[in-house]
């Protein structure tokens, strides 16, 4: 296993278009997480999913956002109608719930997302 | 709720000199403090964590992190940098686990390597 994969690695979208990206987690983790880190900035939580269930949304994540990890294993994110505003790294991360212990979050290499 | 400051954005350091990046946090309970590094264009690399124990913890590529309660700190160290240090790096606290263990993120300090 070679870590959190992310797809595609760069995107670059027209305003108004839908964009949907992949992130497949390290085998076996059953937390997922999505983050978007804008240039210069630190990344944002976005939303997060236990297995299958999606347990919190920022509200950064408006209506145009849509998040699924519809078996427990890989998961996409969905930008509807995007904007200008929408362009940043959108980053996954992985972790392994170990009960009361605090979980540790491995990053992929982000899809970088560019709206014209 | 959390919030992370690092107080700088650039740090300039010699190779072979020493590093300290400062990190302050506001967290209400025991908190779950990582620091990350970040190459350009690259996703997040984890470097060390702190969970509970020892207040001094070690991580990879030679860097270490003190956590002091009484300050809100957990600055992160490392006695002789190498030019392949050069990288912005994060500091970010994790709630506990009945709020989702999110993290929240500091703004990053982006350290430069003089040869």
New interface residues.
């Given amino acids: 296993d070679t870590g959190v994969s992310q797809n595609p690695r760069h995107k670059i979208t027209k305003r108004g278009q839908n964009v949907t990206f992949r992130c497949d987690p390290i085998s076996e983790h059953n937390r997922l997480y999505w983050y978007r880190q804008t240039l210069g900035q630190g990344p944002e939580f976005l939303t997060y999913f236990q297995n299958e269930a999606q347990l919190e949304k920022s509200r950064l994540l408006s209506d145009r956002f849509s998040a699924e990890r519809p078996k427990g294993s890989f998961s996409t994110l969905e930008i509807q109608r995007t904007e200008q505003g929408d362009s940043a790294m959108y980053l996954c991360a992985s972790s392994f719930d170990r009960g009361e212990m605090g979980d540790t979050q491995y990053f992929g290499p982000g899809t970088r997302l560019t709206v014209l | 709720a959390q919030s992370?400051t690092q107080p700088d954005i650039h740090i300039t350091v010699s190779e072979g000199a020493s590093l300290e990046l400062r990190c302050n946090y506001s967290y209400g309970a025991t908190p779950?403090l990582?620091w990350?590094v970040q190459s350009p264009?690259?996703?997040?690399?984890?470097l060390l964590?702190y969970?509970s124990g020892d207040t001094l913890v070690q991580g990879i590529k030679g860097f270490e992190a003190e956590f002091k309660r009484s300050q809100s700190s957990f600055n992160l160290r490392k006695p002789s940098v190498h030019w392949s240090d050069a990288a912005e790096y994060?500091c970010?606290v994790?709630a506990?686990?009945a709020a989702?263990?999110?993290?929240?993120?500091?703004?990053?300090t982006r350290v430069l390597v003089k040869p």
């Fill in positions: 992370v779950y990582f990350y264009g690259q996703g997040l690399q984890l964590k969970f994060f970010a994790g506990i686990k989702g263990n999110k993290l929240t993120f500091g703004g990053g």
